[in-house]
């Protein structure tokens, strides 16, 4: 004990005195040096780890990933295996010779339509095994190693056409004809293409590249299949649909289907009232798993994500083994530095025996392996500890998993992990080490506060790199969006950029948060914003009392739900000195005609809005912007379709500006909602120089000229 206690002295000492020499605060352009690591998949014999891993082109202000493999021993150094700038989704054949990956290939600068690629263990090219108009996605081997099926939106007579590349005359027109109530969607250039839907196909991996087998089309019609399993014997394809035209009109649920490999009618397996995602098939083929939410009656605007097991028999019926247990299965932590364009999976996974699964599941602010027993549906740790596993995969017989794992301070590294814990978790990769080697970071501090009413409330709090307690600092207030999200332990570089600028950073979890159950998720449904302002507020005021923060100096931002919240805050309170909105909504009624998603069922509200006009109103910071008389910045992308800028950002830019309120509007042109976690590698650098620019100014006496009223 004196041992330990001499030590923890140590450290205590270290966090407090001045940055180590050599060391230097994280900048906002770290984020050109990052890299990223997505998709971990270990081989079958668990020997290797194929992983996507992502770097940024400053050059050329993009994203670009390759397909990597680290020995599962972690000797030596991750080696590439693809030459591409746009490979992603590498999956292992059964027999571990070969990885199927998809590549957008590029001409002229722009990428193709992906196509799967195969590629073997023992040396050679990648050759593509498809080649069709909208391209393929998705690839999943049969057990044999001889096929894999795919998704594609290329139509039959399209696949056929691509044969015969004869240019035909024929004028295409680009006026669109809107029938259905979604028709964009965030992160879609354009409108919906509600012509081409997402089919299952499967193509033949032919031994010489001389001969390429023509794709088979499995499904087709008006609807879109997703989330493709074999069955162990490879005589069934295993899909999730949702067919109804326009769904938006009851919500109706997701349906499980199961279609021959070798052709005919698809047969459904079953159906619940809500969502159906990660679907997964047994070992002896007879049951399968699936990640369900239920809506609820009377529908709920959040439903806690649960893990079901069906038989892989038509019209069966589904049990929920997990109805009592209250948290978040195969759910995550939100933070803004998740691989963009690397794509990530939380697969259940099956025991070999067939009696357990095992899933993430997401606890107060933490993301853990979990071992659910089928017939008792007891709740098993595998692993346990303040991180998120953001990805993983495990081997045939289940006994290790490979997950990139990220933490407050560590963007993410593979990290191996033996399931009977046997021995402690092997980190495989060290990606940023060389990086983060030279910049100090500062751990977070984990708070648990009381709220108005009592409810227990969790938060961190994250202090600058050189922090002195007997000084007084400025403090930002970061509030998550959603608003069924949660901060927690995960990497996001905003809040440590803001910690080395030297500001305190609060990021809290309020009512209506995921990882705590559904009822503290749901409770804010008809009341949003609402309580969950005062969680916030009780936050603040639990970090003003331990007297390192300057009351005067208070700052809060936040995006999407979090912008929303940050434009009510500054309505009801002028405790803060500066505020920077960020994806905001301003006025309810509006976003609810112009949002992408529909809000037709009674979730967030009761009626429509002109049925009930003052609960929209009341809701609004619009409504209330004569309150405002904190200084705001609205940070909106042009291509904005889920909080679009006109029910947001343009509003309380245009309100202030005619009560002359000092306020500013940056747009960042092409930005979809995703600025933040996936937008162009110069616009979300830009992002954070604005958020703490605006910061600096008002909050600690720095002008800056850019924000001068021209």
């Known amino acids: 004990m004196k041992n330990y206690a001499a030590a923890a002295a140590v450290l205590a000492l270290l966090v407090a005195s001045p940055r180590a020499q050599g060391q230097r605060p994280i900048t906002e352009k770290d984020l ?36 990597y493999v680290a020995a599962a021993s972690g000797g030596g150094p991750p080696r590439r ?28 600068g722009k990428p193709l339509p992906p196509q799967i690629y195969v590629l073997h263990m023992d040396g050679g090219e990648a050759r593509p095994i498809t080649d069709i108009a909208s391209g393929a996605s998705s690839p999943a081997w049969s057990p044999d190693g001889r096929t894999i099926a795919f998704s594609s939106s290329t139509t039959n007579p399209e696949v056929k056409k691509a044969d015969d590349p004869t240019p035909t005359a024929e004028h295409v027109s680009d006026v669109e004809v809107v029938t259905r109530a979604v028709y964009r969607a965030n992160g879609t250039p354009g409108y919906v293409d509600n012509n081409h839907h997402a089919h299952i196909f499967t193509v033949e991996v032919a031994d010489s590249a001389d001969h390429r087998p023509q794709p088979k089309q499995l499904t087709d019609g008006d609807f879109d299949e997703r989330g493709i399993e074999w069955s162990p014997d490879g005589s069934t394809l295993y899909f999730v649909s949702t067919r109804v035209a326009e769904p938006y009109y009851d919500e109706s649920g997701d349906e499980l289907f199961a279609v021959a490999v070798a052709g005919g009618p698809i047969v459904k397996i079953a159906a619940i009232a809500g969502g159906i995602s990660n679907l997964s098939v047994s070992p002896d083929g007879k049951r399968l798993a699936f990640i369900g939410e239920l809506r609820g009656k009377p529908i709920r605007s959040y439903s806690q994500p649960d893990l079901w097991v069906v038989n892989a028999a038509p019209n069966s019926t589904a049990t929920n083994l997990t ?36 899933v993430v599941s997401a606890e107060k602010g933490s993301g853990n392996l979990k071992r659910f027993v089928i017939a008792t549906g007891a709740v098993e740790n595998v692993t346990d500890g303040a991180h998120d596993l953001v990805g993983y995969s495990a081997t045939r017989d289940a006994s290790t998993i490979a997950a990139t794992e990220s933490t407050q301070t560590n963007i993410g590294d593979i990290t191996l992990i033996d399931v009977a814990r046997r021995r402690p978790p092997t980190v495989v990769t060290h990606v940023n080490d060389d990086l983060f080697k030279d910049i100090r970071q500062s751990e977070p501090e984990e708070i648990w ?38 901060y927690g332990n995960t990497y996001t570089h905003e809040f440590q950029w803001m910690a080395a600028k030297g500001y305190v950073v609060l990021f809290t979890n309020p009512r209506g948060s995921t990882s705590y159950g559904q009822e503290f998720g749901n409770i804010i449904q008809y009341h949003y914003p609402g309580d969950d302002y005062k969680d916030l507020m009780a936050g603040v005021d639990e970090v003003l009392k331990k007297g390192y923060v300057d009351a005067n100096r208070l700052g809060v931002t936040g995006g999407s739900g979090g ?120 616009h979300r650098v830009e992002r954070l120089q604005h958020i703490v620019g605006w910061m600096d100014q008002w909050l600690q006496g720095k002008k800056n000229v850019a924000y001068a009223t021209q």
């Open 449 to 486: 506060y009381k709220s108005f009413d009592g409810k227990n409330i969790q938060g961190w709090i994250l202090k600058p790199p050189d922090f002195d307690p007997a000084k007084k600092y400025p403090l930002i207030l970061e509030i998550h969006g959603g608003p069924h999200g949660a």
């Open 323 to 358: 109805e009592k247990y209250d948290y978040d299965v195969a759910g995550g932590i939100g933070g803004d530095q998740a691989a963009p364009r690397g794509g990530n999976r939380r697969p259940i996974v099956w025991s070999k025996d067939g009696t357990s699964l095992l």
């Open 81 to 108: 295996l693809t030459a591409g700038v746009r490979d992603t989704s590498p999956r292992w054949a059964p027999d571990g010779k070969r990885i199927a990956f998809v590549r957008a290939a590029e001409r002229d």
């Open 563 to 682: 912008g929303l919240l940050t434009n009510w805050t500054i309505t009801q309170t002028q405790r803060f000195k500066a505020a920077v909105a960020q994806r905001d909504i301003a006025d309810w009624y509006g976003f609810w005609f112009t949002a992408d998603f529909t809000l037709f069922q009674p979730t967030w509200f009761k009626k429509a809005p002109w049925e009930d006009p003052q609960d929209f109103a009341a809701r609004s910071p619009i409504t209330h912007v004569a309150n405002v008389s904190t200084p705001l910045m609205l940070i909106n992308g042009d291509a904005d379709y889920r909080t679009p800028p006109a029910d947001g950002g343009e509003m309380m830019f245009r309100a202030l500006k005619y009560r002359k309120i000092p306020t500013v509007m940056v747009r960042f042109p092409r930005e979809t909602h995703e600025l933040s976690r996936s937008g162009e590698p110069w």
């Open 32 to 67: 050109f040096k990052f890299t990223w690591i997505a998709d971990p998949q270990i081989s079958p014999d668990g020997a290797a780890i194929a992983f996507v891993r992502v770097t940024v082109n400053e050059k050329d202000n993009r994203y670009e990933t390759a397909v």
